[in-house]
C-alpha cells in the first residue's frame, strides 16, 4: 500500500471515529463519560479530532484560513437560519394550541364527543344493552 493509500484509510478511520464520538455526545451528553472510565464524551471527541488533525498534517494538508473563515460564518448564518425556522415553527405550533384551547379542546382540532371522533356517544352505544 502506497503512503497515499495509506494515510487516506487512516483519514477515514478517523472520520468514523470523530462521527462516532459526535453522536456519543448527541445521545448521552457532553459530561457522560463510558463505564468504568474517566474521560467525558467531550474530551473523547477532542481527542478524535486531535487524530484527524494529525493525519491531516502528515498528508501535508495545508490550512487555506480565508476558505476556512468563508466556512464558519457559512455555518454560523445555516445556525442562525435553522434556530429563525425552529423558532417560526414553534410560534405557529403555540398559536394552534392556543386557538384549540380557545375553543375548549386543547389536543385536538376536532370536539371530544363529535361524530368523527372514535368515542362518540353514537358509537360507544352501538353493541351495547
Not at 478517523?14 to 474517566?38: D, R, S, Y
Request: proline share 4%; net charge negative; aromatic share 4%.
Amino acid at each position: 500500500m502506497k503512503r497515499d493509500q495509506y494515510l487516506l484509510t487512516k483519514l477515514i478511520e478517523e472520520c468514523a471515529e470523530v462521527q462516532h464520538a459526535a453522536c456519543k455526545i448527541l445521545v448521552h451528553g457532553v459530561n457522560n463519560f463510558k463505564p468504568g472510565g474517566t474521560e467525558t464524551n467531550a474530551a473523547a471527541l477532542v481527542r478524535e479530532v486531535d487524530d484527524l488533525m494529525a493525519v491531516l498534517d502528515m498528508w501535508n494538508y495545508k490550512i487555506d484560513v480565508a476558505r476556512v473563515k468563508i466556512k464558519q460564518a457559512k455555518l454560523e448564518a445555516e445556525y442562525v437560519a435553522s434556530n429563525k425556522l425552529a423558532l417560526a415553527a414553534a410560534t405557529e405550533e403555540l398559536k394552534q394550541q392556543l386557538k384549540r384551547a380557545a375553543r375548549g379542546n386543547p389536543m385536538s382540532d376536532e370536539h371530544p364527543m363529535s361524530d368523527e371522533h372514535p368515542m362518540s356517544e353514537t358509537q360507544t352505544t352501538q353493541g351495547n344493552p
